[in-house]
């Protein structure tokens, strides 16, 4: 049997050959028209059956969702939109599905609704281009970087350090908590966690990924990371995945370097590649602004959007400099920009980002040269003795998508920011190893990869681009 997937099948001119196909049922129209898809492409086959000569009792099972195996002649198509069809010979239900219970009808759902239906909302079109191109996002990743001569190493995802946490750690624990420990106080000892120590899960693998790029030059880390943050936007989740990587001997300005040949690199790797996903996801965004409003329109299309970060310059502009844009442009209540003002040593707020990115500069800007007191402790202190070495790459309708830095890689001015922010020394001795044995600048970044995803697919919401959020509200499996 000669059985083929329906992308190769859709590029196929091998007419008037029997072929099977399985896959799940679309929509079936007149009794006559399978719209048939198996996952590997954003298209239907359309399988067209002789209604006269099929068994009645099989049509009735011909129903939206139920799984099938088709097999008849390859044809060229004469409808419109497609190339070829199946003239079917042969059909087998391989699983039924009742049209009354089946939720995902042949209708357009609300994203709402379709994140309590998270395992079936991949059988939509939107979901199955998204969840493709994120796979494309994640190969292109990797490829990036093995070309580029980074080795990949995994960080741990439980960790006893909690000097990045900030509160927002979850914790790891092995304790009863019918019976757990308890100390002089008679508070619950949570250093006993686990097996004695204290653990959490990671918020992110840089520390780890610093000390192997003090050894292998070039290292990347790509996997889950988690937050407790209980916020409620459509940028955040409590579990995302991040992308880190850490070079030996690059300063600040070769880490900007990198950030943005990477992400070009790999938004250039999909606009090659999947094609018909982003067609479709292109023509679905442009529907979705012509139901706004025209002052809220998008000025350029999702495939525009992409085209657009890939052949310009990401601009480079200091924190300083950006604090004196937003000083001298006046709040504007009827955009949604009401709070513009902001002084210097405040932390951008993300609708400052969007100001700098969407009304001021109009394409994705680098930020750098922070603050130290707003930034974390193990970025480079400059000159100034106020600013540290640490970029944020803003994107428009995202955000931040990027936050990295160049390393404090003297050990006596890294002791002296461990005080100063009251971290456990101790904790860090591993960490402070680096310093002491030949230790050299270095920098590196964390992407987060579904706010990369988000860009990519125009996806509003950060729910809708991984396959199960986890949020406050989105948790029961
Ligand atoms: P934000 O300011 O948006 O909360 P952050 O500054 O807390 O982000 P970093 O610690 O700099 O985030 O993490 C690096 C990157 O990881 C961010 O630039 C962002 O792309 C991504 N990221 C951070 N927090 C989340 C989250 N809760 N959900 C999804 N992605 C996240
Ligand atoms: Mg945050
Ligand atoms: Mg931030
Ligand atoms: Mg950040």
Same mark, same amino acid.
């Given at each position: 049997m000669n059985r083929i997937s329906i992308a190769e099948l859709l590029v196929s001119d091998n007419y008037l050959h029997e072929v099977t196909v399985k896959g799940w049922v679309?929509?079936?129209?007149?009794?006559?028209?399978?719209?048939?898809?198996?996952?590997?492409?954003?298209?239907?086959?359309?399988?067209v059956i002789d209604f006269e000569k099929t068994d009645?009792?099989?049509?009735?099972?011909?129903?939206?969702?139920?799984?099938?195996?088709?097999?008849?002649?390859?044809?060229?198509?004469?409808?419109?939109?497609?190339?070829?069809?199946i003239q079917v010979s042969k059909i087998e239900v391989l699983g039924d599905s009742n049209p009354e219970k089946y939720p995902i009808q042949p209708k357009k759902h609300s994203f709402e609704f379709l994140r309590e239906q998270a395992h079936l909302r991949i059988r939509t079109n939107t979901f199955s281009a998204v969840m493709r191109l994120r796979s494309a996002l994640s190969f292109a990743i990797h490829d990036y970087f093995t070309k580029n001569g980074f080795y990949n190493v995994h960080t741990p995802i439980i960790t006893g350090s909690d000097a990045?946490?900030?509160?927002?750690?979850?914790?790891?624990?092995?304790?009863?908590?019918?019976?757990?420990?308890?100390?002089?106080?008679?508070?619950?000892?949570?250093?006993?966690?686990?097996?004695?120590?204290?653990?959490?899960?990671?918020?992110?693998?840089?520390?780890?990924?610093?000390?192997?790029?003090?050894?292998?030059?070039?290292?990347?880390?790509?996997?889950?990371?988690?937050?407790?943050?209980?916020?409620?936007?459509?940028?955040?989740l409590a579990e995302f995945w991040m992308i880190e990587p850490e070079v030996a001997f690059n300063n600040l300005d070769a880490n900007m370097d990198l950030a943005e040949d990477f992400i070009k690199s790999v938004l250039k790797y999909i606009l090659e590649n999947c094609k018909d996903d982003l067609d479709f996801l292109n023509q679905r965004f442009l529907d979705e602004e012509k139901t706004k409003p025209a002052n809220q329109r998008s000025e350029m299309s999702l495939l525009e959007k992409l085209n657009f970060v890939i052949e310009n310059n990401f601009k480079r502009v200091s924190y300083t400099e950006a604090i004196e844009?937003?000083?001298?442009?006046? !709040?504007? &209540?009827? %955009?949604? =920009?009401?709070?513009?003002?902001? /002084?210097? #040593?405040?932390?951008?707020?993300?609708?400052?980002?969007?100001?700098?990115?969407?009304?001021?500069?109009?394409?994705?800007?680098?930020?750098?040269?922070? !603050?130290? &007191?707003? %930034?974390? =402790?193990?970025?480079?202190?400059? /000159?100034? #003795?106020?600013?540290?070495?640490?970029?944020?790459?803003?994107?428009?309708?995202?955000?931040?998508?990027?936050?990295?830095?160049?390393?404090?890689?003297r050990l006596d001015v890294l002791l002296e920011k461990i005080k100063t922010f009251e971290i456990d020394e101790k904790e860090l001795w591993w960490y402070l190893d680096t310093r002491r044995f030949g230790t050299a600048i270095h920098s590196g970044f964390g992407l987060g990869f579904e706010r990369l995803v988000q860009f990519a697919t125009g996806m509003g919401n950060i729910r809708d681009v991984i396959p199960f959020p986890r949020t406050p509200q989105n948790a029961e499996f």
């Open positions: 679309r929509t079936f129209r007149s009794n006559r028209f399978i719209a048939l898809n198996d996952g590997s492409t954003i298209k239907n086959i359309q399988c009645p009792s099989i049509i009735k099972r011909i129903t939206t969702g139920a799984a099938l195996s088709i097999t008849g002649l390859l044809a060229e198509s004469v409808g419109a939109g497609q190339s070829v069809e990045e946490g900030a509160g927002e750690m979850f914790r790891v624990s092995t304790l009863n908590p019918m019976n757990p420990p308890k100390n002089e106080a008679g508070e619950i000892d949570f250093t006993q966690d686990f097996f004695g120590k204290e653990t959490n899960l990671t918020v992110s693998g840089q520390l780890e990924a610093e000390t192997y790029a003090m050894a292998l030059g070039k290292v990347y880390t790509f996997g889950p990371t988690f937050r407790a943050e209980n916020s409620n936007t459509s940028r955040h844009i937003l000083k001298n442009s006046k !709040p504007n &209540k009827k %955009k949604k =920009f009401q709070y513009l003002i902001t /002084e210097w #040593g405040a932390d951008l707020q993300s609708e400052h980002e969007r100001f700098l990115v969407e009304t001021h500069f109009k394409c994705p800007v680098i930020l750098f040269d922070y !603050p130290a &007191k707003i %930034k974390a =402790f193990y970025m480079r202190l400059n /000159e100034d #003795g106020k600013t540290v070495r640490a970029m944020d790459v803003l994107f428009p309708g995202i955000g931040e998508i990027v936050g990295g830095s160049q390393r404090e890689e």
